[in-house]
């Protein structure tokens, strides 16, 4: 069945490193894949989201490519601040399927 | 604005009780859903329905039912509420299955 695996369960930053969440999915043909983000306190919000092989998302700083090559789609930033910490969440769905998430990685960025 | 609303924010119940927790989106979505999150287990779907008058079973959803009396409203009923049910619950909702999904804010729900 669809499926996607988020190596890091929890990522600990200082502000200005640079960030990798490792995701990587398992479907049949070509899935939609999502990367969301939850900040404390609030739902999850859509960060971006890509449909295509070699299709980049991205905002607020961060992206991702998807890689049907490698089932990838790591979630990248250049150099993180405080405001990011919150969780993030992979997520994939086959065409005409409902929403599969992964475990979700929690971000901490300290000052 | 378009969003998905839940009440209440926060609630206590006792072992045994029935507890419904509501949801209201006014995004004009076919789909809704109810997850629950619980550290470690990211988001579990309990309930979704894409359709008034309708649900289906999610991943997970023993000891739970939902309800769609209309488009915009979905509701999700404990029954006889338990300590394992005692997590924080979301409830989203899509265009369709495969498109976007937006969330509430969340009902954190303590079961004592």
């Known amino acids: 069945g669809d499926s996607v695996t988020q190596t890091e369960g929890q990522v600990a930053l200082s502000e200005e490193d640079f960030l990798t969440i490792h995701c990587n999915y398992s479907a049949s043909g070509y899935p939609t894949l999502f990367w969301y983000v939850q900040y404390p306190g609030e739902g999850p919000q859509l960060l971006f989201r890509?449909?295509?092989?070699?299709e980049k998302g991205s905002s607020r700083g961060f992206e991702a490519t998807y890689d049907k090559g490698t089932t990838s789609f790591h979630l990248r930033k250049a150099s993180v601040q405080e405001s990011d910490s919150a969780v993030y969440y992979c997520?994939?769905?086959?065409?005409?399927?409902?929403?599969?998430f992964g475990d979700g990685t929690q971000l901490v960025v300290k000052p | 604005e378009a969003a998905v609303t839940q009440s209440p924010r926060s609630k206590v119940a006792v072992t045994g009780g029935k507890v419904t927790l509501s949801c209201h989106q006014t995004n004009n979505h076919d789909y809704m859903y109810w997850y629950r999150q619980d550290t470690g287990h990211g988001l579990r779907l309990i309930h979704y329905s894409y359709v008034a008058d309708s649900t289906e079973k999610g991943d997970i959803p023993d000891g739970y039912k939902a309800s769609r009396p209309s488009q915009e409203n979905f509701s999700l009923i404990l029954e006889l509420a338990s300590l394992s049910q005692t997590a924080v619950y979301f409830c989203?909702?899509?265009?369709?299955?495969?498109?976007?999904?937006?969330f509430g804010s969340g009902t954190r729900l303590l079961v004592i």
């Open positions: 890509a449909s295509r092989d070699k």
């Open positions: 997520a994939l769905s086959a065409p005409n399927n409902r929403i599969f």
């Open positions: 989203a909702s899509s265009f369709t299955s495969n498109s976007d999904y937006t």
